[in-house]
Every structure is written in C-alpha cells, then in structure tokens.
C-alpha cells in the first residue's frame, strides 16, 4: 500500500510489481514478533543500506529502487496507457508461469487492483474468471483488508490499498452482488476507507530515489492519480 504518514505505517507500505515490494502494515507476527517478508523492499532497507555503505564501502555502488515511493495501485494505474501490454503481465506465485491459480492472496489482490482501476470486465479478462462471484474467497479479502486473522505472505496491497480498492469496486452495487467481498463491503472499515482517488494522489519517501528517475516516477504517480474511474 495508506494512512497519516507515521513512520511504522508508511515506511512499510512501499510496493512494486518490479520488486514485489509490498511490505503491508500491520506486519504478521511470529513467535510475538513482527515479519516483514519483503523487508529487502522497504525505506528502512534501502537507508540501512546505504548507511552501510557510506561507512565501509564509500565509492560502491548505490542500491534504490525508483518504485518505492508508490502504491502498487498507482504502479498499476500508471499502466492504463497500455492496458494490452498489463494483461499479458502475470504474478501468481502458485501456477505455472504465466498462469493464474484463481485461489491464491496474490491472484485475488491482482483482480481486486484490476477492477477497482480498470472495471470487473477487465479483470475477469486478465484473471479468466470472475473472482468476486467466489464465495470461498471471503476470508482472503477479509485478511488482505486487516479485518480478520492475518495478512497473507503475499505479494499484495497494504491494508489501506486494499480497503480502498474493495470500497472502490463495490461502488455503487450491493454488497451481495460480490460473494466474495460481501463481508469486507458491509464492514464500517472498508465502508470508511479513504477513497481511492486520494490514495492514488499520495506521494511517498522520494528522498533514497536517485534524481536521475524522480521525474520519471513523478510523472507516472501524477498519471495515475489523473485517470478517470472506471
Ligand atoms: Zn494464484
């Protein structure tokens, strides 16, 4: 992925499908501590890092990735000028490269962005099914969304994105018209959540990102933050 920008919140919400850098917040604990599988991908990596080399390595190599500072939901939309070449896109961590499992927290979070940014038609095109009409899919949204149990280890959208998109996508129909998301629609959080046009116009840390590609980036979240709704 959202949120008032307090460091525990947006240093681990970061997120590309370059990197699979989503990082989402609250992290998953283990043994009472948090996990962030992704870790590699957040701000704290990338300073940590490049602390560690201007202290015993000056003069190496620097390490940033240019995407971090946007939503995967602004990466995503920032595609719309290209929509045949996104659908040919897959990420599915299940099913055979270039496939989709149609069950996964990964597959569900890709139709989830999808429709929210580009409508259900598209989706079911990218995925080749309509995942909202799953019912056994319910408590995946519900976790994705920080409602229930616990956030999967996935490559996926922040709490914040994730509502955002489930609000954006049941816009205008009734809760049961998506077996699949009815519980997170009817749910006050996801009723509450920001609205998806203000995520898409938010900015994250910028200041590790080489000047080189900051204009590149700007351009790419201020696109995506001006595309009409589906
Ligand atoms: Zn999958």
Redesign the pocket.
């Known amino acids: 992925m959202g949120t008032p920008r307090s460091p525990p919140t947006w240093r681990s919400r970061r997120c590309s499908p370059a990197t699979c850098a989503a990082a989402g917040w609250p992290w998953p604990s283990y043994l009472g501590r948090p996990v962030n599988h992704q870790w590699t991908k957040s701000y704290e990596f990338e300073a940590a890092i490049g602390g560690y080399r201007d202290r015993w390595l000056p003069g190496a190599a620097g390490y940033s990735s240019p995407l971090r500072p946007l939503y995967e939901l602004q990466i995503i939309a920032s595609l719309s000028g290209d929509v045949d070449a996104y659908l040919r896109t897959a990420s599915?961590?299940?099913?055979p490269a270039g496939a989709?499992?149609?069950?996964?927290?990964?597959?569900a979070w890709v139709f989830l962005a999808t429709a929210a940014l580009f409508g259900h038609a598209l989706a079911i095109r990218k995925i080749g099914a309509d995942m909202f009409a799953d019912p056994a899919l319910a408590g995946v949204y519900q976790e994705m969304a920080g409602l229930t149990g616990t956030k999967p280890f996935e490559c996926t959208g922040t709490e914040g994105e994730v509502r955002a998109a489930i609000r954006a996508a049941g816009r205008g129909r009734d809760a049961g018209a998506y077996p699949a998301l009815a519980a997170c629609l009817r749910d006050p959080a996801v009723a509450g959540a920001r609205p998806l046009a203000a995520l898409l116009a938010e900015w994250g840390h910028d200041e590790l990102v080489p000047a080189a590609f900051l204009g590149q980036v700007r351009k790419a979240r201020a696109e995506a933050g001006a595309r009409p709704a589906p």
């Open positions: 599915c961590n299940r099913a989709w499992c149609r069950s996964c927290a990964k597959c």
